[in-house]
């Protein structure tokens, strides 16, 4: 019964992990129609950001700053790259996303090297928060805990209490009117393109001394989020919620728990081939769960699309 | 000769999708001739072992661009129609028996079926919708198949592959398949087989209501056409050639891996389809030449080249959507008013400031990279066959210098080709 309270917190982070990314990439989508293939190395420029400034000044600054170069650097991105390519049409915006994707491990590459950097977390948050039956639970974990829920109730906020909240939501579905009531659009467009790779900035800065800040980072989580944007309805802020929670605890519970095929099998009445390596089913046999942990999602992704294209929560098909 | 462009090449948003030209008998009779004596121009190993590889990717590519540019449909997840087809094909190499009744020649017909099976079941739910939906789609059956492959370790064989060998078969008229060359003119005939019926299968009418339901879907549904069985017929055609495709991987390398199947192969002929240009039909398979050239030759010289061919592929997506063969076609109209020779002189007096330029900036990136990464005390790097001490101030001042005039002096000349380019683009005495 405590290992499945541990597992709960150790999906919970890995979920608002991904929700800290997913926000921002939903959001991007509903207003633009673009779905974001870079934004994940967004997430990574963050870490290494974060880790570049804390040489300097220690972690606390980084996390503040790190976000805001990223942010820039995104809103750079939509000024000067994806509005040009937007009047060729969507697939070439894609396609944009995903050359910048691989330009930014490149670039990352070349400034810090292939190798892991030693991001570390804090001295501050170096202790034990609490333990559940001898498993310890790391300080750090419960400060990502609250950093997520945190930024999640201040989008909330913003999005739904603020007029520069209302604006956005108003541009999402009629731009045109919008635009008409002399709000400039573009801008409004480029500051939540801004705003939502700074949120996978932040992501990136407070993951990257435990996830591990290397090159590859980026392509570790970059499908993971589509499918979490996709499963939970593309432009809904509560659906890539639930979405990256159930990812985050479908797959911590599949590795922690071994379930075997096997078992299941012999439970619907199959009876086991013997000698089982000598069998053709035998892959099928010997599956166990950690073994597909990482591709559950995908499966649900791809069954969610067949059977309900609008994801969970979402108002409209893909 | 150029008859029914469908769409209107000088409006940007349909650069990327120029419709689809004639292509007379002429040039398929060169390209063949050039297929047959290209080992007679090139005859060592290496050469032939690059040009096995170009002419795998090239069937690839063309099979891909049936999705991308003829159907508008962006996958993300191609390269396992084409592993999917190897896999098939390395198996049957290794039943016992299958080379008693056919040769190593038809091994690839077997590969296409095996990609086309696999595009029958994918595709049926997958083409439903084109755009965002179906790319996601194709994302998330790709991740799942390269996954599988370490699990499905009877079909994939794991993470060491499965290899067999293609000398076993009975000899087809004598040849064995010992050698590359013999094994040259088996890809190079598959090549030009597949690139005829391929570019056939684009003038029958289902093509070209693929083009159609591309450019206005809802247009085609009114005129009685299903667009989605528009769209799942293209793709199982195009899950057949990239099947074939991976017959030919099979039968050259002799073994398939996870890597075959995975993210990074599908993303490639993404890359490379899109450089060549998908708007023509044989613009994938300039791309293909030009980025197997790029791979070799640059990964020869430098650590970087994945970063050039990131910016090259960005530069290409932001300026030129109609990649190398849009770039080409540009120049159609120049070339039929005859005025194509007025472009050549303004042409070399801002290109080859820019080549200058272009290479004073990939010094600068790569003497940067040397004097961050190089390990200590290793201040000497060569470049462009000079070697010098990175860490002193002349060379930097050179190459800063040399880089600003070049440049400076392409940003004066470009004004000059603008003029050129509209001139030689304008019929006599009509404005444009």
């Known amino acids: 019964m405590e290992l499945v309270f541990v597992n709960l917190i150790d999906g919970l982070v890995t979920g608002l992990l991904l ?64 509005r040009r390519v937007h009047q060729y049409g969507h697939v070439p915006e894609l396609i944009f996303t995903f050359g910048l994707a691989l330009l930014i ?109 290397f090159p590859g980072m980026a392509f570790v989580l970059g499908s993971i989020i589509f499918v979490t944007i996709v499963i939970g309805g593309l432009g809904s802020l509560w659906g890539a919620l639930i979405a990256s929670l159930l990812i985050g605890w479908i797959t911590t519970f599949a590795k922690s728990y071994n379930l075997e095929m096997a078992d299941l099998l012999t439970a619907i009445g199959f009876k086991k081939p013997e000698p089982i390596w000598d069998s053709a089913w035998r892959d099928l046999w010997t599956v166990t769960s950690p073994q597909i942990a990482d591709i559950l999602p995908y499966m649900l992704m791809v069954l969610i699309l067949i059977f309900r294209p609008r994801g969970l929560f979402g108002k409209r098909d893909v | 000769m150029t008859d029914d462009i469908t769409t209107d090449p000088s409006r940007p948003s349909e650069r990327m999708r120029a419709g689809s030209m004639v292509i007379g008998k002429l040039p398929w009779i060169v390209a063949g001739l050039f297929l047959v004596i290209l080992p007679v121009i090139f005859p060592s190993n290496s050469a032939i072992t690059i040009m096995n590889q170009m002419s795998i990717t090239m069937v690839f590519a063309l099979a891909y661009n049936m999705l991308l540019g003829q159907g508008g449909m962006l996958s993300f997840g191609h390269a396992v129609y084409m592993g999917v087809g190897g896999f098939a094909c390395v198996h049957l190499m290794n039943v016992a028996g299958f080379f008693d009744y056919l040769p190593l020649p038809f091994l690839p017909l077997f590969g296409g079926l095996g990609g086309m099976a696999l595009a029958i079941v994918v595709g049926s739910f997958s083409t439903r919708r084109a755009g965002t939906i179906f790319a996601m789609i194709s994302l998330g059956i790709g991740e799942l198949v390269a996954a599988c492959s370490v699990i499905i370790v009877v079909f994939f064989g794991g993470e060491e592959g499965v290899s067999a060998d293609r000398t076993v078969g009975m000899p087809f008229f004598g040849i064995e398949f010992l050698q590359q060359r013999e094994v040259y003119y088996l890809i190079a005939f598959w090549l030009m087989l597949s690139a005829i019926l391929m570019y056939l299968f684009s003038r029958t009418p289902m093509g070209r209501m693929a083009n159609a339901v591309r450019d206005n879907p809802e247009r085609a549904e009114f005129l009685g056409y299903s667009s989605r069985w528009v769209r799942f017929h293209s793709f199982v055609v195009s899950g057949f050639f990239a099947g074939v495709a991976g017959g030919l991987f099979a039968i050259n390398y002799e073994i398939l891996t996870e890597e075959n199947l995975n993210l990074t192969t599908s993303g490639t002929i993404l890359l490379v389809t899109f450089l060549g240009g998908v708007g023509h039909f044989f613009g994938p398979v300039i791309g293909t030449v030009v980025f197997t050239l790029v791979q070799t030759v640059l990964s020869l010289e430098t650590e970087l080249w994945g970063f050039y061919a990131g910016l090259l592929f960005l530069a290409t997506v932001m300026f030129f959507p109609g990649g190398i063969a849009g770039l080409i076609m540009m120049h159609a109209p120049a070339i039929r008013l005859g005025r194509a020779s007025r472009l050549i002189l303004p042409y070399l007096r801002c290109l080859a400031p820019a080549f200058i330029g272009i290479l004073g900036v990939a010094a600068l990136i790569e003497m940067v990279f040397h004097v961050r990464h190089a390990s200590v005390g290793d201040e000497e790097m060569s470049l462009y066959w000079m070697t010098f001490d990175s860490h002193a101030v002349a060379p930097w001042v050179v190459a800063i210098a040399v880089t600003a005039v070049a440049l400076a002096l392409t940003k004066r000349s470009a004004p000059a080709l603008r003029a050129a380019w509209h001139d030689a683009n304008t019929p006599e005495g009509g404005a444009a």
């Open chain 1, 105 to 213: 491990e490149e670039i990352v590459q070349f400034i810090w090297g292939k190798n892991q950097v030693s991001y570390g977390i804090p001295e501050v948050l170096q202790f034990t928060a609490f333990s559940i039956a001898g498993n310890s639970i790391p300080a750090y974990k419960v400060f990502m805990i609250f950093i997520s829920i945190g930024i999640f109730l201040g989008l909330l906020y913003v999005l739904t209490r603020t007029r520069i909240g209302m604006i956005i939501q108003a541009a999402l579905s009629y731009p045109k009117t919008v635009e008409a009531l002399g709000h400039n659009v573009p801008l409004v467009f480029m500051g939540v393109f801004g705003a939502g790779t700074a949120l996978a900035g932040v992501a990136g800065v407070i993951a990257g001394p435990v996830l591990g800040t």
């Open chain 1, 19 to 82: 929700f800290m990314l997913s926000a921002g990439l939903t959001l991007i989508f509903s207003m633009m129609g673009v779905l974001n293939f870079a934004h994940a190395s967004f997430y990574m420029l963050g870490a290494y950001f974060g880790y570049q400034i804390s040489q300097y000044t220690g972690f606390w600054i980084g996390l503040v700053l790190a976000p805001l170069i990223v942010g820039v650097a995104g809103a750079g991105v939509e000024r000067y790259g994806l």
